[in-house]
């Protein structure tokens, strides 16, 4: 039994015993009412609204008395931790009789209660468990549902509405039969983390790429006002109005693309052509959609500077200059060409310039006259003269990734009709099933390993995480959604482990899975998201509130380890070392991804809704297109 009862049973020791019983079924009643709706919840609530209507005076005017003492609870406080004094005096030494007879007569008030307690929270346990683990967080879950709407207004998101209308014209993705809405208090605690690192840019790096949190400093390696950029829509969800309309200030009167040497291709469309795109839809400022045209040209020339097509590597902004990287031995990477599609596409979408489409678009042309075997598993390399696959290694973290998590999204955001497109995911997602998804023997936990031509490695990097949710995303158009979901939440749960069972509570770069146990590789953490954005994903698939318990852990131990005071957050050298060291360098997707697929976790489904939008891979949300389109 929790203290407060205890206490309320001190205060009110000199009532009658059928007054305290009164109000502590009234107490259990308004607690279990204000956090539940679904079948297996509403049938403890039935019963108990049976109990109540057992006793004299109607349940308003319970609830009424109950709201007095408990403001006389408050004003008692001072009291009450005398009371508690006393109690522990009576325990010690050389207590006196009137001392023991005081808490022999608080033994037997505490007695009288012992079987209705136990009762409750025999009913309790019968739910989900992690819901009966959350005794401490049903009075801000009731907060959060009855104030859900005006909330999400003052925060700038869509109020909460379960007959919303989609602006795609598709129905939703998932129908989750469990209960959603809002975590107010987490999205809070998240937002204030949001508002922290952009306090810390704005004072010691503003207009630089990245802050380096720890010496105060700043860093450029795109020279593109990288933060800037990258957080615009982030702060446009959370309802950061101020922050927002100074960053896209900065964008429309000081950006500039003009800046000699090379930038990585990727990196620019996915951070800045992605961020100014999402961030224009969502703001409707066309000042943003002329800097993104701007970039789109530039970027573009990276395509026109390979006989096959494929967009080179490394671009010269000013020169339109394109050169593969070094070394790979002026080889392609898969998830460089094949994750910019989304973002091309888009451009010609707001423009109405069919060029920036094409030029995306030639890529999959090219890999389709590759014959993959087995079906879908597109090595990492191409080489740009001829675009033919020049490896047959196979992996989706480093280097593979993202590629195929565009075949699904590109195919959902262009209106479901590229037949090849849904093929190639089907061929991939089938055969990562069939071939890279493992059991780790020793723990039961799922992974997926990497595939080196036929051959196994156990091994998983934390970008690969990101499979969780494509699987959830993927799984309501597959011939086996069971299987597919149920392979998101095998890897959202294996991600979590990597955070769980790391002595710092956040995850290594990659783990092995060769022993008893999940064995960090390189020990770096420099604030990835991968793994809460599956998490997201399976949250908003099923509404299993696990899945919001092991997010709001991991956001705690980004909070206790990575926060810098000053303003900013790092990366951790070591996370197997307590206390870890701080990197100095708070990356520009703390801010796009990490704290974003954090905030949706704690939101309504409303909330950038998945049948009208699909996030690049930089968690940019762009809006598919309307159906018919």
Known sequence: ????????????????????????????????????????????????????????????????????????????????????????????????????????????????????????????????????????RFAADAVARAASASSDEVQGSPSTSSSRESESGYDPIWKPTAPGGADVEKQNAVRDAMKHSWSGYEKFAWGADELRPVSKSRNDWLGQGGTIVDALDTLWIMGLKDEFNKGADWVANSLQFNRGGDVSFFETTIRILGGLLSAYELSGNKALLDKARDIGDRLGRSFEATPSGLPMAQINLQSGHGSPPGWTGGQLIIAEVGTVQLEFITLSKHTGDPKYENWARKVYEVVKRNNVNPPGMFPLYMDPNSGSFSSNQVSLGALGDSFFEYLIKVWLLTGRKDDWLKGAYDDASNSILDLMYKTHAATGLKYVAEWHGGNTVNKMDHLACFTGGMFALGAPFSKDPAKHLSAGDGIAEVCYNMYKRSPSGLSAEYTTFDGNDLAAGAGYNILRPEAIEAIFYMWRATHDPKYRQWGWEMFQSFEKWCKVDTGGYAGLRDVRAVPPQKDDTMQTFWLAETLKYFYLLFSDDSVIPMEDYVFNTEAHPLRVWKKGD
């Open 1 to 136: 039994m929790s203290q407060p009862f205890w206490l309320r049973m001190r205060i009110f020791a000199n009532k009658s015993r059928f007054t305290v019983f009164l109000l502590i079924i009234l107490m259990m009643y308004v607690s279990v009412t204000l956090w539940s709706t679904s079948k297996q919840q509403q049938n403890v609530i039935d019963k108990l609204r049976k109990d109540v209507s057992k006793f004299k005076g109607s349940k308003a005017k319970l609830a009424e008395i109950a709201d007095k003492k408990e403001k006389e609870m408050m004003k008692l406080r001072d009291e009450l931790v005398a009371l508690e004094l006393k109690r522990l005096k009576a325990d010690s030494p050389g207590a006196s009789d009137a001392d023991k007879k005081d808490k022999e007569a608080t033994a037997l008030l505490m007695s009288s209660l012992k079987d209705e307690i136990s009762r409750l929270k025999s009913e309790s346990a019968k739910m989900k468990k992690e819901l009966s683990q959350a005794n401490s």
